[in-house]
């Protein structure tokens, strides 16, 4: 019997009762226009094999290169969900592929973009997240760990981090280096607004100020222990699957029926996705055609300089720390 076979059972069985949701997972709902949300979270340290997860059980080994995030991403085909082996395993995916090759054949963005949609599956960062106990988060959430797919946004700010080797200037500090460190690390604010339909993430960040886990000292053991196993969340690769899928395609004249494919899956978060997956595109472009010279989206950075209120998030976070460290006292 494969190693494997239990996670694949339940899966199985989480199906045929019709829901694989899970629980311990964070997914943000659709943001309203002129509405935003905001939620405190601290990442979690990568796990390692042998460390204990939610539940108990032991993690049967460290997220793919011992990184903090777990990269995903799945293909949406007649009403099912694909995972993609390319987002999961960095392997050859058919379906990809196909996506690729589409591509270079065009260079008109319509087509492009609608070949995108169809055929390339788009990257999540799968990350354990400690929301801050305090009353920024919304009740139910604080002191709790759940797992967290961050969008390319978010996780394009994490990169920024941890390739960033210093503190900044006085007047513009910047988090940088291992924000998931327990000791000194960064609070990640989550912020979402709304922009054209969709959830949209660019005023997230990284706060500056270093700080350990803002958690009691002895809860930090049960934080940890707390982190989910998220590479166990997802269906198996299947490669073979994906070869079928792209014959399948190629053997039918008429290509796909986009309407069929591109209906929204029953996933709250399908929206932004779908956004996600335009930048997703603008990103694979760049790869596949270099000569293509599709400037970067400088908006974020602009708007990262002019966010107001960055400030009033760091005093939050000193008194926060400073009411943790009374309560240790006592
Ligand atoms: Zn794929």
């Known amino acids: 019997m494969k190693k494997a076979d239990i996670d694949s059972i339940r899966k199985r069985l989480r199906k045929r009762k019709g829901s694989s949701r899970d629980v311990n997972e964070f997914r943000i709902p659709n943001v309203t226009p002129g509405d935003s949300k905001t939620f405190r979270v601290f990442v979690l340290p990568p796990l390692s094999k042998g460390d204990t997860v939610a539940g108990g059980e032991k993690a049967p080994g460290a997220f793919p290169e011992g990184f903090v995030f777990y990269e995903h991403g799945y293909h949406w085909i007649d009403g099912q969900a694909y995972q993609c082996p390319r987002c999961h395993d960095r392997q050859q995916c058919a379906l990809c592929n196909l996506g690729f090759e589409l591509m270079r054949k065009t260079d008109e963005q319509t087509e492009r973009r609608k070949i995108s949609r169809v055929y390339l599956a788009s990257s999540k960062y799968a990350v354990n997240v400690y929301f801050l106990d305090d009353d920024k988060n919304p009740e139910e959430l604080r002191g709790k760990v759940m797992w967290w797919s961050a969008p390319k946004t978010v996780f394009d700010k994490m990169e920024a981090c941890i390739y960033n080797t210093d503190a900044g200037a006085d007047d513009d500090p910047q988090a940088y280096g291992a924000f998931w460190d327990i000791e ?120 990262e300089a002019t966010v107001p209120g960055g400030d009033a998030d760091e005093e939050d976070l000193d008194a926060l720390l400073a009411q943790i460290r009374k309560k240790e006292k006592k």
Do not use: C
């Not at 690390?185 to 989550?190: A, D, M, N, P, S």
């Not at 009691?216 to 079928?244: A, C, T, Y």
């Not at 986009?258 to 709250?268: C, G, I, L, Y």
């Open 184 to 303: 000194s690390g960064h609070v990640l604010l989550i912020k979402v607004g709304e922009q054209g339909g969709f959830n949209d993430y660019k005023q997230s960040k990284l706060l500056a100020k270093r700080v350990p886990l803002p958690a009691p000292e002895d809860k930090i053991d049960e934080i940890l222990n707390s982190r989910h196993w998220v590479p166990g969340k997802f269906d198996e690769r299947d490669s073979d699957m994906m070869q079928k899928l792209v014959s399948r395609i190629l053997s039918n004249d008429s290509g796909f029926d986009d309407d069929e494919n591109t209906k929204a899956p029953p996933k709250e978060e399908k929206k932004e996705e779908k956004k996600e997956e335009k930048k997703e595109e603008k990103k694979e472009e760049k790869k596949e055609e270099k000569k293509e010279d599709t400037p970067p989206p400088k908006e974020e950075k602009k708007e």
